[in-house]
C-alpha cells in the first residue's frame, strides 16, 4: 500500500506561486493515478487536478486551467502541482491522493485507495 506525504504549502501574496510536492512511499506508486484535491474552511473537497499513471494524460478543474500545471516523477515516486498567478480562492487546505480509473473517475473521488495529510496553502490579497 503507497503512503502519500505532501510538502510545500505556505504563505503567499496574490499573484504568486508555489509548487506542492507529494511524496509517495512504496512500491506501488506506478499503478496509480494520481490526483489534487483541497478543501477551503467551511467549504467541502473538492478535485484540482489528475495526471495519469505514465504522465502522459492531465485532468484540470476550469478555474484552475492555464494557471495550474500537475506533473509525475516516477523515478522519484513523486507528484507535483505547480500553482502560478495564485488567487485568495485558491486558499486551502491541498490533498494529494491516489486511485484507479480513468482521470474523470479520480475527479469524482470515488475509488480513491489512499490520501495524504494534506498541506496548507493560504493565498493573501
Known amino acids: 500500500q503507497v503512503q502519500l506525504v505532501e510538502s510545500g504549502g505556505g504563505l503567499v501574496q496574490a499573484g504568486g506561486s508555489l509548487r506542492l510536492s507529494c511524496a509517495a512511499s512504496?512500491?506501488?506508486?506506478?499503478?496509480?493515478?494520481m490526483g489534487w484535491f483541497r478543501q477551503a474552511p467551511g467549504k467541502e473537497r473538492e478535485f484540482v487536478a489528475a495526471?495519469?499513471?505514465?504522465?502522459?494524460?492531465?485532468y484540470y478543474r476550469d478555474s484552475v486551467k492555464g494557471r495550474f500545471t500537475i506533473s509525475r516523477d516516477n523515478m522519484k515516486n513523486t507528484v507535483y502541482l505547480q500553482m502560478n498567478s495564485l488567487k485568495p480562492e485558491d486558499t486551502a487546505v491541498y490533498y494529494c491522493?491516489?486511485?484507479?480509473?480513468?482521470?474523470?473517475?479520480?475527479?469524482?473521488?470515488?475509488?480513491?485507495?489512499?490520501w495524504g495529510q494534506g498541506t496548507l496553502v493560504t493565498v493573501s490579497s
Open positions: 491522493a491516489a486511485g484507479v480509473g480513468s482521470l474523470t473517475t479520480i475527479a469524482t473521488m470515488r475509488y480513491l485507495a489512499v
Open positions: 512504496g512500491r506501488t506508486f506506478t499503478n496509480y493515478a
Open positions: 495526471i495519469s499513471v505514465s504522465g502522459g494524460n492531465t
